[in-house]
Nanobody, 127 residues
Framework: QVQLVESGGALVQPGGSLRLSCAAS????????ITWFRQAPGKEREGVSC????????YYADSVKGRFTISRDNAKNTVYLQMNSLKPEDTAVYYC????????????????????WGQGTQVTVSS
């Protein structure tokens, strides 16, 4: 069964850290660019960060630049999102999505272009 499974979401205080994981099963992530999206209540889904399949090109939204770090471990078929200095405005459901690297320049595509999506993990930043 082909799927992406996110984990690591939690309730954390402002200034805290979390590491999200996106684990693939049924296919190998080696040939896919991976993007983390997030969606807060009443807001549109936004791309947070992405990483390309091979050379490790990365992208960060301005809102998370300097605080979030994306990485991948192809041996574990997993992509991570390290989130530091979390703010209340980071509260959202975080999704990972996989896009075949043959169909993207860099690592970020339009939502409809992605091949696989995870079910999401909730991140809540609150005191």
């Amino acid at each position: 069964q082909v799927q992406l499974v996110e984990s690591g979401g939690a309730l954390v205080q402002p200034g805290g850290s979390l590491r999200l994981s996106c684990a693939a099963s049924g296919f190998t992530l080696d040939y896919y660019a991976i993007t983390w999206f997030r969606q807060a209540p009443g807001k549109e889904r936004e791309g947070v960060s992405c990483i390309s399949s091979s050379v490790g090109t990365t992208y960060y939204a301005d809102s998370v630049k300097g605080r979030f770090t994306i990485s991948r471990d192809n041996a574990k078929n997993t992509v991570y999102l390290q989130m530091n200095s979390l703010k209340p405005e980071d509260t959202a459901v975080y999704y990972c999505a996989a896009l075949n690297s043959r169909r993207v320049v860099g690592c970020y595509g339009l939502p409809y272009e992605y091949d696989y999506w995870g079910q999401g993990t909730q991140v809540t930043v609150s005191s």
